[in-house]
């Protein structure tokens, strides 16, 4: 259905003139105002997330959210869902044991580049590799910005922070290719700029079951985008809408970013498979298990394996 | 797809009923299938590697799971989710993994998560003696995580008592909502004796839960002990149940939410403790044997105990009155029983250059005598009688 | 009484499972028994021992302190592990050559056993320690041969149940060769 111009001003204005929030109902107003800058893009990764929520066929008492340590790891504390805000890195084996323990809950692990990366980086590919059932929305803002815009695993070579002030000597992570080739079931990455997109790449995710990862890039013009003359958030987001290139069939190997002006950000979604998950094949081991157990109700030297072994692999 | 919720009682068609010859690591991972784990992360490691295979043919048996992690921080963080999730969940481990393990025990102590992890003790630090006996983890145990906080640890001395007190790990870290230790060490896991399961004798605890049902716009205070009192167990909502619960490792208020100052770490820290330490008289276990009119006492713990007793029995023989102070739990510590032997004269043998004995000094207000041995071989009974003889 | 036994070998004589028999023997004969277990440095093909303690009251100290009975099946294992035996030693005499302290200790009874010979026979090395845990019920009578001989069979999977069940009567009889031997 056609909708006109004036149609979408009129809701505009009336959003701007009343106190409730579009989001209000899956937000924890009493926890508001939110801690993060002006021109930051967690708001819009958050926003696209709850917006993605409402359009999903999942009660949403199942949807829970886990977040490690840093700016977008107080994503957990602002959603009115069941949220735990974890240690430094763990946020995805945290909330490995969540979704096997209840298979029933949509568990989204939301948290920074830093997080889940640098200190937890050794996590995410092993449950992308194990394939739980965990969406993994990494908010990249290139610089660890809690703690006042240090470097981390996916800050470019030669850019600017607060612990690289002659220019960073390493490379960041290209995170889509990591995520696909660690055995990620979707992978996508849109900016804090592609909203409606994002939104749907977080429906996507929560209809599939595996691992699945979404990169939001985002400015962090307070320690991240004035160093490095990508300008204030606003400005951030104009350069995104001049330099991005939406290709769902990109070679991954090419998307690495430099988020140096004169560069192009690759956006898509890149990876859409189907691999079973890890419960989906544990339930082997069950069958099996439980089809053995007779057998084991009687107790041998189980941690002598070696001479049980023989002994009866040897008749 | 089945959730891993904590059965209600015992699940008999679970227990491992009967007599057996076992190893302590057997029969703490069938303590932790009798008690109702039905979770287990963990990272192989000597010599506790043998609950993780146990565990892996064990749980699925029992319609569990078990997932082996990539390292000891992922482990812990993944029994604390599955613990939120309504499971009851244990890891093992032995001192390397148990340091890499603290931060997030500190995290299930300030989520009020309950959880059970095994230390199955060896020589260190570092990579120390992998394959051998050690008991330099119990101040570890007490001490390792940052910040400040109360803990339960138990400290078993037979196969038996690794069965027994694995249950009672679990069913303390339900009642009280947190993280409980078992210290147990290499002789104690590795060996084998007698190990006696009997699901008539096996009691099972639950955690407090929320009565109020989930409603629009009501809340229940899953971090405020209400209807406890001030010292109580606050009740816990699971994920998925419909609360909109927050649960996190940073200073929080009752509701769980993050409270950035000093008022609300006096409150919430405080209350976290005490819910311990008020307790610590129900929680609190040690044997004591021939004390009565004994001038010297042994005080030891885990494998070390039982060459103190053989020790003890050699003395007597010898005309030496001689008795011991078992400790069972190890945190919290028996300081009240200590303090009521401070005119013996105490004698605290350990594998380990002397840890509890510290504890012990601060109770008995007096320097102790220490037979130490710091890993690798457990402490002969000759080794203790002659202490004892040079004390008589 | 408390007994202590020490079954030395190397890694894949079946060493442990021989302890861990024993100690279940124990066990179904209503006693009280511990097995704990050395390594060498390295897990497979180097010296193991296996310690038994058996006792009717529950036992206080879990190791062996000096063995009562000490059953070696290889050289090293000897060496090693069988410095200071008290009562009775048996050895596997194609495997092991005994020290002079041994055969010059007043008092040791010393049982030389053909235990990996007759598991050739029986065309698996690997019930050697079955063979050896018949001909030690015979020659020591630490514990009820039923109750052994039961522990075995509980102690093996279903399909090698037949062959132990053969190696542990070998063992029996070879013991009781070696018995009538000593009697004449």
């Known amino acids: 259905m056609a909708v006109s111009v004036r149609q979408v001003e009129d809701e505009a204005l009336h959003v701007i003139k009343t106190d ?194 979404i990169e939001v890039v985002s400015p962090c013009p307070t320690s991240f985008g004035r160093p490095n003359e990508l300008g204030e958030g606003l400005d951030e987001m104009e350069w995104y809408r001049l330099s991005c290139v939406i290709d769902h069939d990109a070679d991954l190997r090419e998307i690495g970013l430099s988020m140096r002006k004169d560069s192009h950000i690759v956006v898509g979604n890149f990876v859409d498979v189907e691999r079973p998950e890890f419960l989906e094949r544990y339930e082997r081991v069950i069958q099996r298990a439980q089809g053995q157990r007779s057998a084991a109700q009687e107790v041998g030297p189980e941690s002598k394996r070696d001479q049980a072994q023989a002994q009866g692999g040897a008749a | 797809m089945r959730k891993l919720l904590a059965p209600e009682g015992v699940d008999r068609e679970a227990v491992l009923a009967g007599e057996h010859f076992m190893t302590g690591d057997d029969a703490c991972a069938e303590g932790a299938i009798a008690a109702g784990c039905r979770f287990y992360a963990g990272y192989p490691i000597t010599p506790s590697s043998e609950i993780a295979e146990r565990m892996a043919k064990r749980l699925p048996q029992v319609g569990g799971v078990y997932i082996q992690m990539e390292d000891e921080l992922a482990s812990m963080a993944a029994i604390i989710g599955a613990s939120c999730a309504g499971a009851k969940a244990m890891t093992a481990t032995s001192g390397p993994g148990f340091s890499l393990m603290q931060e997030n025990i500190g995290l299930a102590f300030m989520m009020e998560a309950p959880c059970v992890v095994v230390d199955v003790q060896r020589g260190g630090p570092s990579t120390g003696l992998p394959t051998l006996l050690g008991q330099s983890d119990m101040m570890q145990a007490r001490f390792g995580s940052h910040g400040d906080y109360a803990v339960i640890a138990y400290a078993p001395a037979s196969p038996q008592e690794m069965f027994d007190l694995t249950v009672k790990a679990f069913n303390m870290a339900e009642r009280f909502r947190t993280p409980v230790l078992v210290m147990a060490d290499e002789l104690v896991g590795h060996m084998s004796e007698r190990v006696v399961i009997d699901p008539d004798k096996i009691e099972i605890e639950r955690r407090p839960r929320p009565e109020a049902k989930p409603a629009e716009g009501a809340r229940i205070l899953p971090f405020g002990a209400n209807g406890r009192g001030e010292n109580g167990v606050p009740p816990m909502p699971l994920a998925g149940e419909g609360y909109r619960v927050h649960f996190t490792g940073l200073t929080h208020d009752e509701r769980g939410y993050p409270q950035i100052d000093p008022e609300t770490q006096e409150r919430m820290i405080r209350r976290k403790i005490r819910k311990i330490w008020d307790h610590r008289d129900e929680i609190v276990e040690y044997e004591e044997v021939e004390l009565d009119d004994a001038p010297i006492v042994l005080v030891a713990y885990g494998s070390t105990a039982r060459a103190a007793l053989r020790a003890l029995r050699l003395a007597r023989e010898r005309g030496l009155r001689v008795g011991m102070l078992r400790l069972i739990t190890a945190w919290p510590f028996p300081g009240r029983k200590v303090e009521e032997l401070k005119d013996r004269e105490l004698i605290v043998p350990e594998v380990n250059a002397g840890q509890m004995a510290r504890e012990v000094e601060r109770w008995a207000r007096k320097p102790v005598h220490r037979v130490n041995r710091l890993g690798g071989a457990p402490i002969a009974p000759e080794e203790i009688l002659q202490k004892i003889e040079e004390v008589a | 009484m408390r007994q202590e036994i020490r079954l030395g070998g190397f890694g894949g004589q079946g060493i442990m499972l021989a302890g861990f028999i024993l100690g279940r023997a124990a066990i179904l004969a209503g006693k009280h028994a511990t097995m704990t277990q050395s390594y060498g440095p390295e897990i497979r093909g180097a010296r193991v021992a296996a310690d038994v303690v058996l006792d009717d009251h529950p036992i206080d100290y879990p190791k062996v302190i000096r063995p009562d009975i000490a059953v070696m099946l290889f050289q090293e294992a000897y060496d090693y592990y069988c410095r200071d035996v008290a009562r009775v030693l048996v050895y596997d005499e194609d495997l092991v050559r005994l020290d002079k302290k041994h055969l010059e200790q007043e008092g040791l009874q010393i049982y030389p056993i053909r235990a990996h010979r007759i598991a050739e026979e029986l065309g698996k090395r690997v019930v050697t320690n079955i063979v050896s845990l018949g001909a030690l019920a015979v020659l020591t009578n630490v514990l009820p041969v039923e109750a052994i001989e039961e522990a075995v069979l509980r102690s093996v999977p279903p399909k090698a149940l037949e062959l132990n069940r053969e190696a542990f009567q070998r063992g029996l009889e070879h013991g009781r060769t070696l018995v009538e031997a000593r009697v004449a």
């Not at chain 1, 924890?28 to 999903?56: F, M, N, Q």
């Not at chain 1, 600017?160 to 992570?173: A, C, H, L, Q, R």
């Open chain 1, 20 to 213: 409730r929030h579009p989001e209000d109902e899956i937000l924890r107003k009493d926890r508001l105002p939110h801690i993060w800058c002006p021109g930051c893009g967690i708001g819009v990764a958050v926003t696209a997330y709850i917006e993605a929520l409402k359009r999903s066929d999942i009660p949403r008492e199942q949807h829970v959210v886990v977040s490690g340590i840093g700016c977008t790891g107080r994503v957990a504390g602002y959603v009115n869902l069941d949220s735990y805000h974890t240690t430094h890195g763990r946020a995805i084996p945290f909330a490995t044991g969540l979704a096997i323990a209840n298979p029933e809950l949509e568990v989204t692990v939301f948290s920074g580049d830093g997080d889940l990366f640098a200190i937890g980086g050794n996590h995410i590919i092993h449950a992308a590799r194990r394939n739980v059932d965990l969406n993994v929305i990494c908010v990249n803002n290139f610089n660890y910005g809690m703690t006042g815009g240090q470097f981390g695993p996916t800050t470019p070579e030669e850019a600017k922070t607060t612990t690289t002030p002659y220019g960073n000597v390493e490379d960041g992570f290209n995170l889509p290719y990591l995520a696909a080739a660690s055995g990620a079931v979707y992978v996508a990455r849109w900016t804090s700029l592609h909203f409606r997109p994002l939104r749907d790449a977080i429906l996507r995710a929560f209809q599939k079951r595996g691992l699945t990862f």
